[in-house]
């Protein structure tokens, strides 16, 4: 079983910007699309991006234009830029890998990581 860990979260003022990283454990990581997700407390984790084992990407509406996934196989890292950040993007965010991305959705695995705080404040 692949184990994620997450890193990178902090305070920020709205317009901010973070870089969340997180690292998995494993020699497979290449083989799989990866995604970012977020979750506020009392709502279902969403995933907002993705990218695939040849590079590609998508976004959630909300996020498209602000958010940057990119991944590193020699590090088994997946990266999330995250700019002009907005109070509603307040959450803990995780990462896993995921079926695929032309439908941001599910999970592949079922063990998740403790998560990074991100919080937008003025």
């Known amino acids: 079983q692949v184990q994620f860990v997450e890193s990178g979260g902090g305070l920020v003022q709205p317009g901010g910007s973070l870089r969340l990283s997180c690292t998995a454990s494993?020699?497979?990581?290449?083989?799989?699309?990866m995604g970012w997700y977020r979750q506020v407390s009392g709502k279902q984790r969403e995933l907002v991006a993705g990218?695939?084992?040849?590079?590609?990407?998508n976004y959630v509406d909300s996020v498209k234009g602000r958010f940057g996934i990119s991944r590193d196989n020699a590090k088994n890292t997946v990266y999330l830029q995250m700019n002009n950040l907005k109070p509603e993007d307040t959450a803990v965010y995780y990462c896993?890998?995921?079926?695929?991305?032309?439908?941001?959705?599910?999970?592949?695995?079922?063990?998740w990581g403790q998560g990074t705080q991100v919080t937008v404040s003025s």
């Open positions: 896993n890998a995921v079926p695929h991305i032309a439908v941001l959705t599910g999970a592949r695995f079922n063990s």
């Open positions: 990218v695939s084992t040849t590079f590609n990407t």
């Open positions: 494993g020699n497979t990581f290449s083989f799989y699309h």
